[in-house]
T-cell receptor, first 110, second 112 residues
């Protein structure tokens, strides 16, 4: 099973770019990498997914190196409302739902 | 679309009681999962299902049962509640052709 490791917490200031890295050394060939955001008392919300190289959407970018053993979620110009816990999750085929890691608690300060 | 719905939102049980947490989705997703989240912790997978009639265990299945008689519903049963099962429970669903999971609002369970 591809277990994930993330920093426990990060601090940033409004307007800065934030990069959160996730390690998934045992990722399988057909696994995808997904990232979620969770606010207190809410369920996680999907942000982005990727398989390799770089993926960008209106919310974030996801960078995945060639060996796919890690991934980096990049949040451009964060605001106070980006304060949340961010989880990476490796998802395999055939409904192989893997457990979330501990997540990274991002605190954005004014 | 209502998405993923969960009932009840809050529940208090006494040790030894049983109950069922309800989860329903209206997106025709084949895959559904149950997670628990303890205070300040990440989500842990309890059980999951890849389609009606098919279920499998996740990381922390002990003390819980599931069934999947329809595509829409995936109830989670606590057989004999214990204080260690005090947690927030999230249900999620996804299309097997995609990797995005949709989560419900959660059920906050307290066992005294």
């Amino acid at each position: 099973l591809a277990k994930t490791t993330q920093p426990i917490s990060m601090d940033s200031y409004e307007g800065q770019e934030v990069n959160i890295t996730c390690s998934h050394n045992n990722i399988a060939t057909n696994d995808y990498i997904t990232w979620y955001q969770q606010f207190p008392s809410q369920g996680p919300r999907f942000i982005i997914q990727g398989y390799k190289t770089k993926v960008t959407n209106e919310v974030a970018s996801l960078f995945i190196p060639a060996d796919r053993k890690s991934s980096t979620l990049s949040l451009p110009r964060v605001s106070l409302s980006d304060t949340a816990v961010y989880y990476c999750l490796v998802v395999g085929q055939a409904g192989n739902m893997l457990t979330f890691g501990g997540g990274t608690r991002l605190m954005v300060k004014p | 679309n209502a998405g993923v719905t969960q009932t009840p939102k809050f529940q208090v049980l006494k040790t030894g009681q049983s109950m069922t947490l309800q989860c329903a989705q209206d997106m025709n997703h084949e895959y559904m999962s149950w997670y628990r989240q303890d205070p300040g912790m990440g989500l842990r997978l309890i059980h999951y299902s890849v389609g009606a009639g098919i279920t499998d265990q996740g990381e922390v299945p002990n003390g819980y049962n599931v069934s999947r008689s329809t595509t829409e519903d995936f109830p989670l049963r606590l057989l004999s509640a214990a204080p260690s099962q005090t947690s927030v429970y999230f249900c999620a669903s996804r299309n097997p052709l995609a990797y995005e999971q949709y989560f419900g609002p959660g059920t906050r369970l307290t066992v005294t």
